[in-house]
């Protein structure tokens, strides 16, 4: 029997960035609805590709800021990940996943890519998120992130 030794190739050429806020005495999640070819009308959290000369952390500041407006936000390293498998092109996507924490004054100015935005509580920013595995990581970021300080380790682009 002959050994196969083909793998299916792995892409990491983008972000995701899940941006929280407080409201009172809750933290809720933004979540944008998709106006572009791609994803159309699904609500997702912030995403978006790295470019050239660029860590992933600066693409992540870059889109939030190019998506939302929003400039004041403490970044984190969420130590999670966004993946997929295209089943056209036989690829694994993997993206970091960063966690932002939105000054209260901040207000989302979209651009051309969504249509709509929603702060919702984690319970409806996961019965709302439209891909398959984005409730996984909302949930993971509640608890590394809200229920629980998120270590100063994780902090990026101070």
């Given amino acids: 029997m002959r050994k196969s030794n083909v793998e299916i190739p792995l892409r990491s050429t983008g972000i995701a960035v899940v941006l929280l806020k407080k409201f009172e005495n809750e933290y809720k999640v933004l979540l944008l609805k998709r106006a572009s070819a ?6 997702c959290y912030i995403g978006g590709s790295i470019e050239e000369g ?4 600066q693409a992540a500041l870059r889109e939030i800021k ?3 407006g929003i400039t004041n936000v403490s970044l984190y390293s969420s130590n999670t990940f966004d993946q997929f498998y295209s089943p056209i092109e036989n690829y694994i996507y993997i993206a970091p996943v960063f966690v932002g924490f939105v000054n209260a004054e901040q207000d989302v100015n979209l651009n051309h890519e969504h249509s709509e935005y929603k702060w919702l509580s984690f319970h409806e920013a996961i019965e709302q998120a439209t ?3 984005n409730d996984e990581v909302l949930k993971f970021i509640e608890k590394h992130f809200v229920k629980t300080a998120p270590s100063e380790f994780l902090q990026v682009g101070k």
């Fill in 38 to 43: 791609v994803l159309h009308n699904a609500w």
């Fill in 54 to 57: 660029e860590t992933a952390w």
């Fill in 66 to 68: 190019e998506e939302t």
């Fill in 131 to 133: 891909m398959p595995g």
